[in-house]
């Protein structure tokens, strides 16, 4: 079974709806991630968190907000998605090793 | 702030040759230093990183790549490449000791190997 799992995998949606992402890992990390990719663009920060008393904004965070709601349990949430929030989005754990692990990704679509 | 530069948008090679992928980064200090490869339809997977100590790194799938901090570079390099390392390369920066650990990446650079 994969470590770091995100779903939906898929997903197309509308302008204006509210769609959460979902990723779960089984590593036992404390520290996890959330990236957005974009062509030629690499992959931006945005958000992370420590444990889940400690959420902190990324580079990219607005129009996004994030929920911890367990160790292993990192949710991403586009409260009214636009078009430009188009992207292929990973999820990522760390240790203190200062290594990250991604997740398969998620495609979103906002039409 | 840290920051990474891939300087090649595409490259190709003929599968058997050799390659080499560059990675340039902005840095105060000694940073931490990663490769990922991402195959179509995947995440992204880990090749190697530099922490510390010797500067020539060896990764997975018979990658390797130097730290040369005289040159703020970080070029990956393979002898003989494979048709199945076709994929994009990305690589990373984080900041030793930073809050966070928070890694910047470069926009990536795609492998295209010709048979």
């Known amino acids: 079974d994969a470590d770091v799992t995100q779903t939906p995998r898929n997903r197309i949606t509308k302008t204006g709806k509210r769609i959460m992402l979902e990723c779960s890992q089984t590593?036992?990390?404390?520290?996890m991630y959330w990236y957005r990719q974009d062509p030629g663009l690499g992959l931006r920060l945005i958000y992370y968190?420590?444990?889940?008393?400690?959420?902190n904004k990324g580079e990219i965070s607005d129009g996004y907000s994030v929920s911890r709601q367990a160790q292993a349990k990192f949710s991403l949430s586009l409260e009214s998605a636009i078009p430009n929030q188009t992207a292929l989005y990973f999820c990522?754990?760390?240790?203190?090793?200062?290594?990250?692990?991604f997740g398969p990704g998620t495609r979103l679509t906002v039409l | 702030a840290q920051s990474v530069t891939q300087p090649d948008i595409h490259i190709t090679v003929s599968e058997g040759a050799s390659l080499e992928l560059r990675c340039n980064y902005s840095y105060g200090a000694t940073p931490y230093l990663f490769w990922y490869v991402q195959s179509p339809g995947q995440g992204l997977q880990l090749l190697l990183k530099?922490?510390?100590?010797?500067?020539l790194v060896q990764g997975i799938k018979g990658f390797e790549a130097e730290f040369k901090r005289s040159q703020s570079s970080f070029n990956l390099r393979k002898p003989s490449v494979h048709w199945s390392d076709a994929a994009e390369y990305f690589c990373a920066v984080g900041a030793p000791g930073e809050y966070g650990n928070k890694l910047v990446f470069g926009a990536g650079t795609i492998l295209r190997v010709k048979s």
């Open positions: 990522a754990t760390s240790d203190f090793s200062d290594t990250q692990y």
């Open positions: 530099y922490f510390s100590g010797d500067t």
């Open positions: 968190s420590f444990d889940v008393k400690d959420i």
């Open positions: 590593k036992g990390h404390d520290r």
